[in-house]
T-cell receptor, first 112, second 113 residues
């Protein structure tokens, strides 16, 4: 069974530029999560989708971050404009009816 | 607001030693407690999940315990191996629509050959 796919794996941009990350969850998983993991910290939930609807985006900085999940499958996370403090690893995870979340390898973002 | 803390932040042990990683949480009304492993440059891998009604779970050389009343969980690794070197994260999950995971900051484990 294929795991959660994410791209790109690495991205370097300058502040005030925009960037987008892509996630393809495990086939059949209805729930999809985006996490932000700053160096030395645990992952923090940004947004959770159930199919193509948003369940929780309470910690998403909506003035600069946006996310969508087209047709309840793939998802994109966008940052516009990026700030220095957005440098982090962005992790995507998906879950089926069980409790276990399966994580992708993450996208490492460096904002200069 | 749930806060999850992990001690120690880093640990170095010789190969073959048994070790314990600690996790504490402030809100005992959890749905479950999960332990993950994170290798450098990679995502998280689920190790063990303990339901709130359970006291412990075992998988191979790993044993995780849960004491909700004291807000603590431990991950016991027996006969450690260099391949166990990684960051170990615990996460508390609450029920409800979001099933949100609240992660600790992790323990960086190095097993010396």
């Amino acid at each position: 069974e294929a795991g959660v796919a994410q791209s790109p794996r690495y991205k370097i941009i300058e502040k005030r530029q925009s960037v987008a990350f892509w996630c393809n969850p495990i086939s059949g998983h209805a729930t999809l999560y985006w996490y932000q993991q700053i160096l030395g910290q645990g992952p923090k939930l940004l947004i959770q989708f159930q199919n193509n609807g948003v369940v929780d985006d309470s910690q998403l900085p909506k003035d600069r971050f946006s996310a969508e999940r087209l047709k309840g499958v793939d998802s994109t996370l966008k940052i516009q404009p990026a700030k220095l403090e957005d440098s982090a690893v962005y992790l995507c995870a998906s879950r089926d009816f069980q409790e276990t979340q399966y994580f992708g390898p993450g996208t490492r973002l460096l904002v200069l | 607001k749930q806060e999850v803390t992990q001690i120690p932040a880093a640990l170095s042990v010789p190969e073959g030693e048994n070790l314990v990683l600690n996790c504490s949480f402030t809100d005992s009304a959890i749905y479950n407690l999960q332990w993950f492993r994170q290798d450098p440059g990679k995502g998280l891998t689920s190790l063990l999940l303990i339901q709130s009604s359970q006291r412990e779970q075992t998988s191979g050389r790993l044993n995780a315990s849960l004491d909700k009343s004291s807000g603590r969980s431990t991950l016991y690794i027996a006969a450690s191996q260099p391949g166990d070197s990684a960051t170990y994260l615990c996460a508390a999950q609450h029920g409800g629509a979001t099933n949100k995971l609240i992660f600790g900051t992790g323990t960086l484990l190095a097993v010396q050959p």
